[in-house]
């Protein structure tokens, strides 16, 4: 049995090749995407000891700050390294819309119902 992926005229071993000219496109794309995650998180890290001790802006506006940075670093690496930024628009938000919603959701629930902690009333 012969194997069609070595068949020199197979239109699918041709469009698999692919130059060092596209290979060094590629492999700069992924320098530029790690360095975005790495100053992202960084950037979470100084917020989270540097903020959280200082009265200078509130703590919800910093866990407002964590999610939203997460929520696009979570795209990123969807986009990139999962290759879906490659597809159609409707193909992206029909994959993303749905995990969106649902991190949305638990975000809302985690900041609303932590703040109901001190409405107790403990005095029974």
């Keep these: 049995m012969n194997r069609d992926d ?3 005229d197979n239109e699918y071993a041709l469009s698999a090749y692919h130059d060092e000219e596209y290979g060094v496109k590629i492999r700069k794309k ?10 992202l ?5 100084a917020m989270g000891v540097y903020l959280s001790e200082r009265g200078t802006i509130t703590w919800q506006m910093v866990k407002w700050g964590f ?4 929520i696009f670093k979570a795209g990123l ?6 290759h879906l930024g490659h597809e159609k628009k409707a193909t992206k938000w029909l994959v993303l819309a749905p995990y969106i919603t649902f991190i949305l959701y638990l ?18």
């Design 6 to 8: 070595l068949i020199k």
């Design 30 to 39: 992924v320098w530029i995407v790690t360095a975005v995650l790495t100053l």
């Design 41 to 45: 998180t960084a950037v979470e890290v």
């Design 67 to 70: 999610i939203i940075m997460t």
């Design 77 to 82: 690496i969807v986009m990139e390294f999962m």
């Design 107 to 124: 975000a809302f629930i985690a900041l609303t119902e932590a703040s109901y902690i001190f409405d107790v009333d403990w005095r029974y």
